[in-house]
Every structure is written in structure tokens, then in C-alpha cells.
């Protein structure tokens, strides 16, 4: 099956800093998406990018399919921005998560 | 409002107790699933369905039934819960027929055997 990696595991950011979050996959994907859990434990949809860049105010993602990777930016984070991001990936019938990367935005 | 809907939200029941969770979705989706959430072991497939009355296993779908019978729901069965069904629970739809659509997720449901 499919491997998702993503890095680092774990970030502590001070308010106001930027971050980038990675997400590997090791075989050709149809669908990736990005999802923020918030502390209450819901999915939050963030990003659907099989490929390409797309930006939604503080946030934006880019997708290199053909090298098997996305990244997800965050700029000036806010203390609301702690939780965990997954990606997840579409693979023949099934979607696959990440492992997720646990951010701590600090005030 | 577009959205996927889970009932309960949160349950804790005793070990053999058959259990139904419900979902609902109002956007015409094709494909749903249902995952489960655990620690350390992240968010795994238990079932899908590619349209009504077509289902199928995921990564984990041991003790565990679903039904598709009308197009907007999928139930997932507990016949006969045991405490390592503890988890949170999600259903997901998506417009296209499999994966490669956008996927939506509902609000999750708490679930905790005793």
C-alpha cells in the first residue's frame, strides 16, 4: 500500500511566526487534501489539491505530484492555529491520512 | 446548509450491546466511508461505498457492518461491541465516485465501550 510521511512531528511556534508543514507519499495520488483537527476533535477541511497552489488568507498549499509532495504554509500563526494537521491522500478506493504534525502556537 | 451529520455525537455503551451509528449527508455524494481514530495509530478506513448498495472493506473492518440502502445514508453497525471499539469516530462523502473528489467529513462521534 501507500506510505504518507509527513514533518516534523511536532512543532512549537511563538505567535506571529511562519511555518511549513510536509507531506511525502510514495506512489502516484488521485486526490490530497489537508485537514486541521481542532482541540474538540473535528476535521476541518483546509485545502483539496491534488496539484498546483492554492491560498486561503494566512494559509496556502502547494502540491508537486509528479515528485510525490505538498506543503502546507501557515503565516503569522495564531494560538488558534494549535492542533494537528493530516494530510490525506486518495489511493485506488481508499483514502489514506498522514501521520499529522502537532502544532503549539505559544502567545 | 451542505454538510454530513452524525448521530450521537457522543455514546458510551457496554461491551455487547448492538449499536448503530448514523450518517447523513445532503449533497447528493456518491462515496461514503467511515473511519476510525485511535492514538498512536491515526485515522484508519473501516468501510466504503461507491453508490447504493455497493460496499466494501477498507483497513479495518473487522467487527464492524455498514448498509448503503438510499443514497444520502450510511449506518455503521456494532453488533456486538467489545472495548477495543473505543474510538472516535468519522463518516466522509465526496461527489465523485471513489477518491479523487473532494472528501467532507462530519462532526465525529465519540464512542467508549465499557
Known amino acids: 500500500g501507500i506510505q504518507v510521511e509527513q514533518s516534523p512531528p511536532d512543532l512549537i511556534l511563538q505567535e506571529g511566526a511562519n511555518s511549513t508543514l510536509r507531506c511525502n507519499f510514495s506512489d502516484s495520488v488521485n486526490n490530497l487534501q489537508w485537514f486541521h483537527q481542532n482541540p474538540w476533535g473535528q476535521l476541518i477541511n483546509l485545502f483539496y489539491i491534488p496539484s498546483g497552489t492554492k491560498q486561503n488568507g494566512r494559509l496556502s498549499a502547494t502540491t508537486v505530484a509528479t515528485e510525490r509532495y505538498s506543503l502546507l504554509y501557515i503565516s503569522s500563526s495564531q494560538t488558534t492555529d494549535s492542533g494537528v494537521y493530516f494530510c490525506?491522500?486518495?489511493?485506488?478506493?481508499?483514502?489514506?491520512f498522514g501521520p499529522g504534525t502537532r502544532l503549539s502556537v505559544l502567545p | 446548509e451542505a454538510q454530513v451529520t452524525q448521530n450521537p455525537r457522543y455514546l458510551i455503551t457496554v461491551t455487547g450491546k448492538k449499536l448503530t451509528v448514523t450518517c447523513s449527508q445532503n449533497?447528493?455524494?456518491?462515496?461514503m466511508s467511515w473511519y476510525r481514530q485511535d492514538p498512536g495509530l491515526g485515522l484508519r478506513q473501516i468501510y466504503y461505498?461507491?453508490?447504493?448498495?455497493?460496499?466494501d472493506k477498507g483497513d479495518v473492518p473487522e467487527g464492524y457492518k455498514v448498509s448503503r440502502k438510499e443514497k444520502r445514508n450510511f449506518p455503521l453497525i456494532l453488533e456486538s461491541p467489545s472495548p477495543n471499539q473505543t474510538s472516535l469516530y468519522f463518516c466522509?462523502?465526496?461527489?465523485?465516485?471513489?477518491?479523487?473528489?473532494?472528501?467532507?467529513f462530519g462532526p465525529g462521534t465519540r464512542l467508549t465501550v465499557t
Open positions: 466522509a462523502s465526496s461527489l465523485l465516485p471513489g477518491t479523487s473528489g473532494e472528501q467532507y
Open positions: 461505498s461507491m453508490n447504493v448498495e455497493v460496499t
Open positions: 449533497m447528493n455524494h456518491e462515496y
Open positions: 490525506a491522500v486518495g489511493y485506488g478506493q481508499n483514502f489514506v
